[in-house]
């Protein structure tokens, strides 16, 4: 979009926000029992032990929080790595941090019989700070450094790796299997707020900082000599940056699973609209995947209603094709 | 000198998969001396052991042995096409289109015979390598372009796999899951008679195109100088490498790093020239998969652990290593 017609960026910044404002309440409003508006506004201010409110408050609320949370730690996760990477297909999904949260938690699950959500989380905490580790240090292996084109195929091969281990695990062991497999589909259903408080520390100072270190982030993305020729100390910022990162990236999927390619297509949607500056990227991200993942989550329980999808097959079933456009778009013929 | 080295290497790994192959036939529940089974494959034994030896044992390991082969020569021929030591049909997606294709039959046709769960894989993964193959075309099919929408496709196709994994009743998901891992367990010469087709027909064609993978692997510029046709033979290839993983998919289910594995210990042992480097990792691919079955068999014994988790077992170290030595690539 030409500069001139782009409209200033606080007000799609606040366009955005009231259509995630949107989209939460709808997620609310939608599902099996009919709840109407005033139902919402009582069950917060004036709660009565109606049933009613009593979904409002232990089930719908919940649900739209950690939906739009969850896209937006994802979303943020995404842009960083990208800004990071100066790669366009970077994304926690892609680059294995998913699939190690998954590996982490079918191990823990299968080892060391765990089986509560919050215990779960942990894991999966731990699992996709050490994939996200991992697939950097084979992603910057050897002379040149980190490539994008190293780190993504380093990511699908780590991927592959992680799934074909968690994949061994569940075939061993049909207990697990059972209980894993809507875990492992990525879902925002069934999460209670106390799981998600336990996370939204992690959540919060991710987002936080990354809204902190916009600025730096922004000179990084020009690259690696630019940005120290500007004077950055590039080694902190990119240390602080993956923490970031991990944070986001871990407690998302530590609450909802792995969910894929929010982290993917969103960034590349605000930069569409935002422009090359992170301090606009980074919060547009944050708004859009968390409409975006609350869309999702709508469609996941309207399409074979009255059963649920898991959220993360929607949001696959949406971001492939988008994923497969820019890697189309992206590769000039070698 | 290098053909002297290739026919040695050739030979030896014969020797080795033959050696194997006979001890495996030996091993399990029922152990018979390694003599006894050479006597029962040849028809000069007592009859005590024919119905173990050639109905169950001969056919299993000659279906790993395919199966292993199959899956390292689409491979090597994937790696030398994309011109890319990590490309595998389990990193491309033509197995991931084999697994939903098999996944959609176990769970919503369980009353579907015997035959069409093979016969769908196949087709999977050929649909899911033509969807590729399309979706990457712009003006020519560029290798990376191919990797790249190769790994979208896998997304997808993985994608609607787990929402029938979570909707299927959790003993017939299981069973589908198996199937993903890839195991050899039962299968029969009726397997072997189906997959022998396709190996016959596609192991010579790729031998007879390893010259045009060299010319290929050069690099675009390079092999048109050269005088190749690229785009027709990277199609060529392309369908080759599809069908033999397909073949292979279709018989023992998604056994994961033999195609990714074999070609680079046969790029060891004889060098990057195709000629020799095919059938290398052929044979290689071969003893990996019936090395694996018995150790799948006899490890944990009497519980029987499926071929491809052995594999990625195995395989999983492999990969890391592989990646270090890529490192300035």
């Known amino acids: 979009m030409p500069a001139r017609l782009r409209p200033s960026p606080a007000l799609g910044l606040v366009i955005g926000l009231v259509l995630l404002l949107a989209c939460g309440l709808f997620s609310i409003l939608y ?16 709660f009565d032990g109606s049933p009613e409110h009593f979904i409002v408050r232990t089930v719908r609320l919940p649900r739209a929080l950690i939906a ?59 699992g996709a700070a050490a994939a996200a580790v991992a697939v950097y240090l084979l992603g910057s292996m050897g002379r040149g450094g980190m490539t994008p084109l190293k780190l993504t195929v380093a990511g699908a091969a780590l991927t592959t790796l992680l799934s074909s281990i968690t994949q061994g695990l569940l075939v061993l062991n049909e207990r697990t299997l059972d209980e894993m497999r809507f875990w492992l589909a ?30 730096q982030i922004t000179t990084l993305s020009l690259g690696e000599d630019v940005a120290r020729g500007l004077g950055q100390k590039t080694g902190w910022i990119k240390a602080a940056a993956a923490l970031l990162v991990v944070l986001l990236s871990g407690s ?4 909802a699973g792995p969910v894929g390619f929010i982290g993917l297509a969103v960034p590349h949607i605000a930069r569409g609209l935002a422009g090359t500056d992170y301090r606009w990227i980074l919060p547009y991200s944050a708004v859009l995947g968390g409409t975006l993942l609350l869309l999702a989550d709508i ?25 497969i456009a820019l890697a189309r778009k992206g590769v000039r013929q070698s | 000198m290098r053909r002297m080295r290739t026919a040695i290497v050739l030979l030896l790994l014969t020797l080795a998969t033959l050696l194997v192959i006979t001890i495996n036939m030996g091993m ?40 292993g082969a199959g899956l390292a020569l689409s ?79 896998a997304a997808v196709v993985h994608a609607l796999t787990t929402m029938l994994l979570t909707h299927g009743k959790v003993l017939v998901v299981n069973q589908a899951m198996i199937w993903m891992t890839g195991s050899i367990y039962g299968r029969s010469w009726e397997h072997l008679y189906r997959m022998l087709p396709w190996l016959l027909l596609f192991v010579p064609v790729a031998l007879l195109l390893a010259r045009h993978l060299n010319a290929l692997q050069l690099g675009d510029d390079l092999a048109r100088g050269l005088g190749a046709h690229v785009e027709r033979y990277r199609l060529l290839l392309l369908l080759t490498s599809v069908a033999l993983a397909g073949a292979a998919v279709a018989t023992a289910g998604s056994v994961s790093f033999v195609g990714l594995m074999a070609p680079h210990i046969g790029r060891r ?5 195709q000629g020799g480097l095919l059938p290398t990792a052929a044979l290689t691919g071969g003893l990996i998969l019936v090395t694996a079955d018995m150790l799948g068999r006899t490890l944990f014994a009497p519980i029987e652990v499926p071929a491809g988790v052995i594999t990625a077992a195995v395989g999983a170290p492999f990969f890391l290593w592989l990646l270090y030595q890529n490192r300035n690539s």
């Open chain 1, 186 to 215: 990525g879902s925002v259903a069934g999460r209670d707020l106390s799981l998600f408080l336990q996370v939204l520390p992690f959540m919060a100072v991710g987002l936080l900082g990354a809204l902190a270190m916009a600025k």
């Open chain 1, 299 to 323: 469609g996941a329980r309207a399409i074979l209603r009255p059963e649920e999808v898991a959220v993360g097959i929607m949001t696959a079933l949406i971001g492939a094709p988008f994923f």
């Open chain 2, 28 to 67: 399990g529940e029922y152990p018979i001396p390694p003599l006894d089974v050479l006597k029962a494959v040849l028809g000069l034994g007592t009859g005590e052991y024919d119905f173990i030896v050639n109905t169950l044992r001969l056919p299993r390991n000659l279906v790993a042995f395919g199966v």
């Open chain 1, 68 to 126: 739009a949370l969850v896209g937006a730690s994802l979303a943020v996760a995404g842009a960083i790595m990208q800004a990071l990477t100066r790669n366009p297909l970077a994304a926690p999904g892609i680059l294995g941090v998913n699939a190690g949260a998954a590996l982490s938690v079918v191990a823990a699950m299968f080892l060391l019989k765990a089986t509560s959500l919050s215990v779960y989380a942990w894991f999966a905490f731990l």
């Open chain 2, 75 to 153: 491979g090597a021929i994937l790696q030398g096409l994309t011109r890319n030591p990590l490309a595998a049909p389990d990193v491309i997606g033509i197995t991931h289109g084999a697994n939903l294709a098999a996944v959609i039959v176990i769970i919503l046709l369980p009353a579907a015979p015997l035959v069409a769960l093979p016969a769908a894989a196949f087709a999977g993964a050929l649909l899911a390598a033509a969807v590729t193959y399309l979706l990457a075309w712009k003006g020519g099919s560029a290798p990376m372009r191919l990797i790249l929408v190769g790994m979208g496709i």
């Open chain 2, 269 to 273: 042992l004889v060098g990057p020239t």
């Open chain 1, 252 to 255: 998302a999927v530590a609450v």
């Open chain 1, 31 to 46: 599902g099996l029992m009919e709840i109407s508006l005033p139902d919402v506004y009582q069950a917060l201010t004036q």
